[in-house]
């Protein structure tokens, strides 16, 4: 069983930066593909970043230029740098990880392809 605790939420005023963090418990986190997904009040989740094993990433294009998805294998971290931060950014950062196969866009961008959860941390964005 894998666990994953989210942590650097907070308030920011727009034009801000903010660093999520995501400890994993837990074995073989090193072959996961890892991803932050968030949910805005009254909006469905949604895919915001993924990293694979070997490091490539992927990012929606309401966050693309704006945020870095990163990981530390030695560590079994998962952090998110947010800069330049908008009020629509508001949101409850999810992170995820997927334990297994996954290919394509269709696949690591939806909810239902991954296995674990974190509890999620608030992110608030004052304009």
């Known amino acids: 069983q894998v666990q994953l605790v989210e942590s650097g939420g907070g308030l920011v005023q727009a034009g801000g930066s903010l660093r999520l963090s995501c400890a994993a418990s837990?074995?073989?986190?090193?072959?996961?593909?890892m991803a932050w997904f968030r949910r805005a009040p009254g909006k469905e989740r949604e895919f915001v970043a993924a990293i694979s094993w070997s490091e490539t990433t992927y990012y929606s294009d309401s966050v693309k230029g704006r945020f870095t998805i990163s990981r530390d294998n030695a560590k079994n971290t998962v952090a998110l740098q947010m800069n330049s931060l908008k009020p629509e950014d508001t949101a409850v950062y999810y992170c995820?990880?997927?334990?297994?196969?996954?290919?394509?866009?269709?696949?690591?961008?939806?909810?239902?392809?991954?296995?674990?959860w974190g509890q999620g941390t608030q992110v608030t964005v004052s304009s």
């Open positions: 837990g074995r073989a986190f090193n072959t996961y593909l």
């Open positions: 995820a990880g997927l334990e297994g196969y996954c290919s394509g866009y269709a696949c690591y961008t939806i909810s239902q392809s991954y296995n674990y």
